[in-house]
């Protein structure tokens, strides 16, 4: 059952222009949660959170899979989130926040435009006072990337 509701779900999700990222259900104060997580590379709003809502409990209500009254919490991974480095093309022109496993000029943290990207490297502009700079970061010394909001 809960492979093909997984399945249903996903094929929804998918087809709104989204990914699932994770389902799951759990019970909170007596309450069945059915939670999903969306994500795409366009950021996702308000808007976004509430179209697929209203999508999914159409689909939910079609196919009745809990036989006990649930919620449905739909989210995303949010405005920071992790990033795959497998996939970092797809975030060219955002900015990003990278921590490195060994440093490079005596930094550990780098924040700034992914410029480019390529199989082993990725190029980073950053702002040091009133000074664009630019590092080449190896993939393999990254230790965790995500996006991240620029002040």
């Known amino acids: 059952m809960k492979m093909e509701l997984e399945n249903q779900i996903r094929a929804k999700v998918e087809s709104l222009g ?13 309450d069945k949660i ?18 697929v809502s209203r999508e999914l409990n159409a689909l939910l209500d079609e196919i009745n899979p809990f036989e006990d009254a649930y919620t449905l919490d739909v989210s995303s991974l949010g405005a920071e989130k992790p990033l795959n480095k497998d996939k970092l093309e797809e975030y060219v ?8 496993i060994n440093p490079i000029q ?3 943290i780098y924040e700034g435009d992914l410029v480019h990207v390529d199989s082993e490297n990725i190029t980073l502009s950053y702002r040091v006072k009133t000074r664009v700079k630019t590092v ?11 996006l991240a909001i620029k002040f």
Request: hydrophobic share 40%; no cysteine.
């Open 93 to 100: 022109g955002r900015y990003i926040h990278v921590h490195l």
């Open 34 to 51: 059915l939670s999903v997580v969306i994500d795409r590379v366009e950021p996702i709003d308000m808007n976004s959170i509430v179209e």
């Open 18 to 30: 989204y990914e699932l990222v994770s389902l799951s259900t759990k019970v909170e104060k007596g």
């Open 136 to 146: 080449d970061i190896t993939k393999a010394n990254i230790s965790k990337i995500r």
């Open 106 to 108: 005596g930094e550990n």
